[in-house]
């Protein structure tokens, strides 16, 4: 089922739709739903050659701290999630983690992000990782090009989320 159907515009269920009758773009109204503590996970990586990412692990990239650059890059992205995406709430992030997971060709980035609220977080914890992976990219590119001044090895790929979570205020207590 589409949105224009009758599907969710936040995987909730009900008749919430980014579209009016007419096919017009509409923020959805999430202003009855109940609030609810809601978490959602993301994850992604960027590949890189073995080299750079020793020099990422040895700290000698010359701009600085690659992976505390990405982490600010990441949880600025997280609040300004609702700026960058049409139609998306602005929500009040409670918390965000991130973890990096440093292997021979890559790094991998996961973004988990807390909000208490009417509408989930998804997309915030989406642009954390996109956001931290490019902010990785920008950080090791002169060390990534080759002779031509290319990337040929070097992509962010597997961006996904992993977990979405909804619990109603009620059942904290």
């Not at 515009?9 to 009016?20: F, I, M, R, S």
């Not at 609702?82 to 992030?93: D, G, K, L, S």
């Not at 208490?116 to 990782?129: H, I, P």
């Not at 090009?145 to 990337?151: E, F, L, P, T, V």
């Amino acid at each position: 089922m589409t949105e224009r159907e009758g599907g969710a515009g936040d995987g909730d269920g009900g008749d919430l739709t980014h579209t009016d009758a007419e096919g017009n773009v509409q923020m959805v109204d999430v202003g009855a739903k109940p609030d609810a503590a809601r978490r959602a996970v993301a994850a992604g990586e960027i590949r890189l050659s073995p080299s750079t990412v020793e020099a990422v692990r040895n700290d000698e990239i010359g701009k600085g701290d690659v992976l505390a650059t990405a982490r600010v890059g990441a949880v600025q992205a997280v609040k300004h999630t609702w700026e960058a995406i049409p139609m998306c709430h602005q929500i009040p992030i409670t918390n965000v983690d991130t973890e990096f997971d440093v292997r021979e060709d890559r790094v991998l980035l996961e973004v988990a992000v807390e909000t208490t609220g009417k509408t989930g977080c998804e997309m915030e914890a989406l642009s954390g990782v996109t956001t931290g992976l490019n902010v990785v990219w920008d950080m090791v590119k002169a060390a990534e090009k080759d002779d031509d001044g290319q990337y040929p090895g070097t992509r962010v790929e597997n961006v996904r989320v992993v977990a979405k979570e909804k619990r109603e205020l009620s059942s904290l207590s």
